[in-house]
């Protein structure tokens, strides 16, 4: 009766072990959560910009001013060749 015994404890012991881990499940790993930084403006700032411009240019104007005291003549006509340059330097300070 004795071996009859054990033989039944250790079989429910051994039924009943895995039976009580099983609802544990396995560990679930996730990715950790993204933290996106944030801009913060509260610090100082300096900031430069600054342009240049090259151009060249012709322009012709010409006109013909008739009138009969004084006959055609050319007084408007003329011929004119522009080369602008120009540079512009801007700042901005933030604090």
Excluded: H
């Amino acid at each position: 009766m004795k071996k009859l015994l054990l033989a039944g404890v250790s079989f429910a012991a051994l039924i009943a072990g895995p039976a009580m881990a099983a609802d544990l499940g396995a560990p679930v790993y996730r990715a950790p959560a993204v933290v996106v930084p944030v801009a913060s403006w509260s610090e100082f700032y300096v900031g430069i910009n600054t342009s240049g411009s090259i151009g060249v240019d012709a322009a012709t104007q010409s006109a013909v001013l008739a009138s009969p005291a004084l006959g055609a003549n050319g007084l408007l006509a003329s011929c004119n060749r522009f080369s602008p340059t120009g540079w512009i330097l801007g700042g901005k300070l933030i604090s």
